[in-house]
């Protein structure tokens, strides 16, 4: 029986397409309070009287334009992930969700049960930057799961990985092919979030947006800052590809609501780029690191038809880092660092 084992947590996706199932996701996606972060009673009143009954249709149209024979793209990728990191490091590795399904208790009651001897789990938080919509909410999540059913085994958790070289190498090479072909420009695209979260995030309570370069000024408060963290994921890459300063740039997308998002919005890039000479467009999303709605309709469809209608000649979408071995053996490295002895195969 081991002793050891760790739990994958990617966001989630809804059971099906039907619209029940967008909308029961959405309910409980929106009402995070990490995610809008407003007063419980307003939150409960926009979220289920507002935003869910108008978007659930339309996010499950989406949704059916991405969904396969085998589900949801991000929970298959996720368990194809899952089950090569559980070939590479022989121990048992379960897969939870913030939101629907598999739910955390379900994967951390099944780890116990199959292995009764288990005294240290490993969370791999799925978010290479830290944000309290994405990161921190799956850790809080996990660590709420885990008191509340007294399980017998420690918990870690892997910190956000947006710097570690063996991501960057992983995100570099997941690239490098697609720089063959003639290109203008390649965006970095990111997932936005409002600047307020990182107002909220700033434990200086005085660096963040205090001066125009304040990702550059060293700070305590870059340990959980996600527009520093982006910024440093884009140059690192950006460096190890040899790319020039004026063939790459990064953007914010899936902007929710009226409030003040952090800029520049991936949309309103795709509309202005072949104005500025910029026709031949590569994009990739290292906020993701399996293909979503987020890549697959956002990106890949509505990115494309806006940069197109703008004048656009080409658009690549780069894929996530997926099942690529290099980002397994990422993963591995990871889990280790956590573990007092090494268990690789």
């Known amino acids: 029986m081991a002793t050891k084992a760790i739990l994958l947590a990617n966001l989630g996706s809804p059971n099906s397409t039907e619209v029940k199932d967008v909308r029961t996701y959405l309910n409980e996606f929106l009402m995070d309070e990490r995610v ?20 659930a249709p339309k996010s499950a149209a989406k949704y059916k334009t991405i969904w396969t024979e085998k ?11 899952q089950q090569k990191l559980k070939d590479a490091i022989r121990l048992p590795v379960e897969l939870c969700m913030r939101y629907a399904n598999p739910t955390t208790a379900f994967a ?3 780890l116990v049960s199959e292995n009764p001897d288990l005294k240290e789990v490993v969370l791999v938080p799925l978010y290479p930057q830290y944000a309290m919509s994405s990161y921190e909410t799956a850790v809080e999540h996990v660590k709420k799961t885990y008191r509340q059913g007294n399980y017998p085994f420690r918990l870690k958790v892997v910190s956000p990985f947006f710097n570690h070289p063996l991501y960057i190498d992983s995100l570099a090479n997941s690239i490098m092919p697609h720089l063959n072909q003639e290109f ?9 979030i409002p600047k307020r979260h990182v107002l909220k995030t700033d434990c200086t309570k005085s660096h963040c947006f205090s001066r125009d370069n304040c990702c550059s000024v060293a700070s305590k408060a870059h340990e959980v800052c996600y527009r520093h963290q982006i910024i440093e994921t884009t140059n690192l890459v950006a460096n190890k590809l040899g790319l020039q300063k004026e063939k790459f740039s990064f953007s914010f997308q899936s902007r929710l609501g009226a409030d003040a998002w952090l800029q520049p919005y991936s949309v309103e890039q795709f509309k202005k780029f072949p104005q500025q000479g910029i026709k031949k467009l590569m994009v990739v999303c290292p906020a993701f690191v399996s293909d979503c709605l987020e890549t697959l309709e956002e990106i890949q469809v509505e990115g494309r038809e806006d940069f197109m209608k703008a004048g656009g000649e080409e658009f690549s979408v780069i894929p996530c880092l997926n099942e690529r071995t290099d980002w397994i053996n990422t993963l591995v490295k990871l889990v280790n660092t956590e573990f007092n002895e090494p268990v690789t195969a």
């Open 108 to 110: 951390l009651d099944k």
């Open 36 to 55: 809008i972060d407003i007063p419980y009673l307003v939150r409960l009143a926009l979220v289920k009287g507002i935003i869910v009954p108008f978007r």
């Open 184 to 192: 203008d420009h390649l965006l970095f695209s990111y997932h936005g």
């Open 71 to 81: 589900g949801s793209p991000l929970i298959h990728i996720s368990k194809q992930v």
